[in-house]
């Protein structure tokens, strides 16, 4: 029987003019570089990611299968998207160093936590676009969530771009720069409150009598389905509590218990105070 000729097709990436510089690759800009591989949002020739120590670079290049290296200005040169992926007190030297590389024609998207867009064009010396973004870590598993502003100098265009980088690690929302620290103090810090609401709930059934690892599970996809009907439906999150609320049934006993213990009020605190301290963060 004669062979049919299997022709090995790759599909192209979804924008394959895009040439990315992913300066500081760590945890977060290695989470959205191996989005981009995953989601083939860019071809892989044209991403080009940085860190500080050579070794590393090494070691990441072979493990991602893209040019990853250490020299930010060359990357930038070759780049028309970059995103900024450094410590924070790191951003200063970066722009320095990639001054000479920058032109207006490129697109900044800064994910380092409080640094501000005008901070960033001031120091490019050129009218460039620069779009800030917060993400969480529940990109690392595709459940994130960005909030994004946008400087001065940004066209529709490139923030719709800044968006769909964003969109391969979770959901993303525009928000004036103004709120980027209320936003730190609820979806950037917000990941650490569920967890504290899931090992509550799960010791609460251990206290019930139920094994620990099958309390856990229970209290986890609790939160994981709350959370999906709240952003599926679109109702407002009462009026689904009241649809699990039965006149005389259990769950207003529990309910009573938690409003008594101030759980509403001591979130809400929790947020303004963890807002308060990104204020402080940005300000130095
Ligand atoms: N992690 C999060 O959940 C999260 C959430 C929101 C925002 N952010 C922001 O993301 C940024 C990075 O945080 P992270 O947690 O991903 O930190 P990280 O893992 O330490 O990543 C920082 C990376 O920057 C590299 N780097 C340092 N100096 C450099 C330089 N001069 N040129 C090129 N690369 C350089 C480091 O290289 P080496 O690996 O060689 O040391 C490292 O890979 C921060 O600004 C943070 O505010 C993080």
């Known amino acids: 029987m004669a062979e049919i000729a299997v022709e090995a097709t790759e599909v192209p990436a979804k924008m394959p003019h895009v040439r990315v510089a992913v300066l500081g690759a760590g945890k977060m800009g290695g989470i959205l570089l191996q989005a981009f591989l995953k989601e083939n949002l860019f071809a892989p020739e044209k991403i080009h990611g940085t860190v500080q120590h050579a070794e590393r670079a090494l070691a990441l290049s072979t493990q991602w299968g893209v ?32 001054k000479p590389a920058l032109t207006k024609a490129k697109t900044v998207v800064s994910f380092a936590a409080s640094v501000k867009t005008s901070a960033i064009e001031d120091a490019a010396g050129v009218e460039l676009a620069v779009v800030r973004a917060m993400p969480n870590t529940p ?122 213990g101030g759980l509403r009020v001591t979130l809400i605190k929790a947020v303004m105070r963890a807002t308060q301290r990104a204020k402080e963060l940005a300000a130095g």
């Open 67 to 98: 040019n990853v290296g250490t020299d930010n200005r060359k990357a930038v040169e070759q780049a028309d998207l970059i995103l900024i992926g450094v410590k924070p007190f790191q951003v200063a030297s970066l722009m320095e160093e990639i």
């Open 139 to 260: 990109s690392a598993l595709g459940a994130g969530v960005a909030a994004l502003c946008r400087g001065r100098y940004v066209s529709n265009e490139k923030m719709e771009l800044a968006q769909r980088i964003f969109e391969t690690v979770g959901r993303t929302v525009i928000v004036d720069e103004k709120h980027m620290d209320a936003v730190t103090g609820l979806s950037g810090s917000g990941p650490a409150y569920i967890y504290i609401i899931i090992e509550a709930l799960a010791e609460a059934g251990v206290k019930v009598g139920l094994p620990r690892d099958t309390a856990t599970q229970l209290a986890a996809q609790t939160a994981y389905g709350a959370a999906k009907m709240v952003l599926e439906t679109g109702y407002h999150p009462a009026l689904l509590k009241d649809a699990v609320t039965t006149p005389a049934g259990c769950t207003i006993d529990g309910i009573l218990e938690l409003e008594e």
